[in-house]
């Protein structure tokens, strides 16, 4: 077990449709990052959150959005759904903001966009 | 931007043997290079790092290699079991004056078989 949790564990919606993905880091991370995984794109870094700021974007798409709380969770919005977005969802997190900091992954959500 | 390249895409071992995994990295500025290794259903999970002012550095059966100069590292699992069979993936970060996004390998999938 990482400490890292993330609900729900699969989520299944239709196209067009919006959802959010939580994710609580580890006990102490300050940092929380957002990662997708599809088949044939592989592990992709999408957004990254430090203390409550925005600190780096990747390939995420506008339709995406997140946040990080007061408390540390975070949220990952997406919406207007396409078939396309259908894939795993991880959150990770760390202690720092910057390269070189382990990072821990949680579970996933597995989307299903139908 | 960082790309990383990781080969082979799967590996076949009978148990007991070796298994070598290789990636490359073109952005000279990374200097930080975990393994993860993810079972079927769950996360990536961090099973060693490297950073670039060590060359070399094991952790029982697993050991990292790392070669600045030719921008190559690679894992290598030695005396393999078959709960080593998983999907190993390679990432690499930038220094600790960038944020800590990883960029990833594609994977590689390890079959042991007893």
């Known amino acids: 077990d990482s400490g890292v949790t993330q609900t729900p564990k699969h989520l299944i919606t239709a196209t067009g449709q919006r959802v959010t993905l939580r994710c609580s880091p580890r006990s102490g991370d300050l940092s929380v990052y957002w990662y997708q995984q599809s088949l044939d794109q592989g592990l992709q870094f999408l957004i990254q959150?430090?203390?409550?700021?925005?600190?780096a974007k990747g390939n995420i798409l506008e339709r995406f959005s997140a946040q990080q709380f007061p408390d540390l969770h975070s949220e990952l919005n997406l919406s207007s759904l396409e078939l396309g977005d259908s894939a795993l969802y991880f959150c990770?997190?760390?202690?720092?903001?910057?390269?070189?900091?382990?990072?821990?992954f949680g579970q996933g959500t597995r989307l299903t966009v139908v | 931007g960082e790309n990383v390249e990781q080969h082979p895409s799967t590996l076949s071992v009978q148990e007991g043997d070796s298994a070598v995994i290789k990636c490359t990295y073109s952005?000279?500025?990374?200097?930080?290079f975990p393994w993860y290794k993810q079972e079927l259903g769950k996360g990536p999970q961090l099973i060693i790092d490297?950073?670039?002012?060590?060359g070399e550095k094991k952790d029982q059966r697993i050991a990292v290699t790392l070669n600045k100069t030719a921008k190559h590292f690679s894992l290598h699992i030695t005396e393999t079991q078959p709960e080593d069979s998983a999907v190993y993936f390679c990432?690499?970060?930038?220094?600790?004056?960038?944020?800590?996004?990883?960029?990833f390998g594609a994977g590689t999938q390890v079959v042991v078989t007893p």
């Open positions: 990432a690499a970060s930038r220094a600790a004056d960038s944020w800590g996004k990883l960029q």
């Open positions: 490297i950073r670039s002012n060590v």
């Open positions: 959150y430090y203390n409550g700021e925005e600190r």
């Open positions: 990770a997190s760390s202690v720092e903001a910057f390269g070189g900091t382990e990072a821990f």
């Open positions: 952005d000279s500025a990374s200097n930080y």
